[in-house]
Protein backbone atom coordinates (compact mmCIF):
# COMPACT_ATOMS: atom_id res chain seq x y z
CA UNK A 1 0.00 0.00 0.00
CA UNK A 2 0.93 3.60 -0.67
CA UNK A 3 1.45 6.45 0.98
CA UNK A 4 -1.80 8.03 -0.48
CA UNK A 5 -4.02 5.27 0.01
CA UNK A 6 -2.25 5.20 3.62
CA UNK A 7 -3.46 8.45 3.97
CA UNK A 8 -6.57 8.01 2.29
CA UNK A 9 -8.05 5.16 4.74
CA UNK A 10 -6.34 7.12 7.93
CA UNK A 11 -8.59 10.45 6.59
CA UNK A 12 -11.63 8.04 5.74
CA UNK A 13 -11.26 6.77 9.57
CA UNK A 14 -11.24 10.15 11.17
CA UNK A 15 -14.65 11.49 9.67
CA UNK A 16 -15.75 7.72 10.44
CA UNK A 17 -17.87 6.72 13.72
CA UNK A 18 -15.80 3.93 13.69
CA UNK A 19 -12.72 2.67 16.34
CA UNK A 20 -9.74 1.95 14.68
CA UNK A 21 -10.40 -1.89 15.38
CA UNK A 22 -13.58 -1.51 13.68
CA UNK A 23 -12.24 0.36 10.75
CA UNK A 24 -9.71 -1.98 10.29
CA UNK A 25 -11.79 -4.84 10.29
CA UNK A 26 -13.85 -3.48 7.74
CA UNK A 27 -11.36 -2.65 5.52
CA UNK A 28 -9.41 -5.55 5.93
CA UNK A 29 -6.55 -3.73 7.16
CA UNK A 30 -3.91 -5.09 9.85
CA UNK A 31 -4.38 -3.41 13.06
CA UNK A 32 -1.27 -2.63 14.40
CA UNK A 33 -0.37 -1.05 11.22
CA UNK A 34 -2.67 1.17 10.73
CA UNK A 35 -1.80 2.30 14.08
CA UNK A 36 1.62 3.09 12.82
CA UNK A 37 0.42 5.08 9.74
CA UNK A 38 -2.03 7.07 11.82
CA UNK A 39 0.59 7.77 14.39
CA UNK A 40 3.20 9.01 12.07
CA UNK A 41 0.46 10.64 9.66
CA UNK A 42 -1.07 12.60 13.23
CA UNK A 43 2.41 13.39 13.73
CA UNK A 44 3.54 15.08 10.21
CA UNK A 45 -0.18 16.82 10.05
CA UNK A 46 0.54 18.35 13.47
CA UNK A 47 4.49 19.83 12.94
CA UNK A 48 3.59 20.78 9.50
CA UNK A 49 -0.12 23.02 10.62
CA UNK A 50 1.88 24.49 13.19
CA UNK A 51 2.28 27.88 11.98
CA UNK A 52 5.88 29.60 12.42
CA UNK A 53 4.69 32.73 13.76
CA UNK A 54 1.30 33.18 15.92
CA UNK A 55 -0.53 36.27 16.34
CA UNK A 56 0.07 38.08 19.54
CA UNK A 57 -1.82 40.72 21.15
CA UNK A 58 -0.58 43.70 22.20
CA UNK A 59 -1.26 45.68 25.52
CA UNK A 60 -0.12 48.55 27.19
CA UNK A 61 -0.76 49.01 31.08
CA UNK A 62 -0.16 52.71 30.84
CA UNK A 63 -3.04 52.80 33.22
CA UNK A 64 -1.95 51.00 36.43
CA UNK A 65 2.31 51.67 35.59
CA UNK A 66 3.81 54.13 33.52
CA UNK A 67 6.25 53.53 30.44
CA UNK A 68 5.51 49.32 31.09
CA UNK A 69 3.93 46.91 27.88
CA UNK A 70 3.28 43.42 28.22
CA UNK A 71 3.06 40.76 25.26
CA UNK A 72 0.48 38.01 25.91
CA UNK A 73 1.37 35.40 23.89
CA UNK A 74 -1.46 32.52 23.16
CA UNK A 75 0.16 29.79 25.67
CA UNK A 76 -0.40 32.49 28.68
CA UNK A 77 3.60 33.44 28.56
CA UNK A 78 4.10 37.12 29.04
CA UNK A 79 6.38 39.72 27.98
CA UNK A 80 6.73 42.59 30.21
CA UNK A 81 8.78 45.62 28.90
CA UNK A 82 9.26 48.07 30.69
CA UNK A 83 10.95 50.60 28.38
CA UNK A 84 9.02 53.54 26.60
CA UNK A 85 11.78 52.82 23.45
CA UNK A 86 11.30 49.32 23.28
CA UNK A 87 7.87 49.44 23.21
CA UNK A 88 7.80 51.99 20.84
CA UNK A 89 9.67 49.36 18.39
CA UNK A 90 7.01 46.32 18.85
CA UNK A 91 4.65 47.70 16.49
CA UNK A 92 6.90 48.19 13.19
CA UNK A 93 8.22 44.50 14.22
CA UNK A 94 4.58 43.72 13.75
CA UNK A 95 4.55 44.32 10.34
CA UNK A 96 8.06 42.30 9.08
Not at 17 to 34: E, M, P
Request: glycine letters at 4%; zero cysteines; hydrophobic letters at 35%.
Amino acid sequence: MNQQQRQTHVRAYERSSQSKRAYTRKHNLNYSQFLYWHQKLTEQTAVSDTPDFVPVDIKSSTATMRNRGILEFPNGIKLVINSLVLLAQIPGLMDL
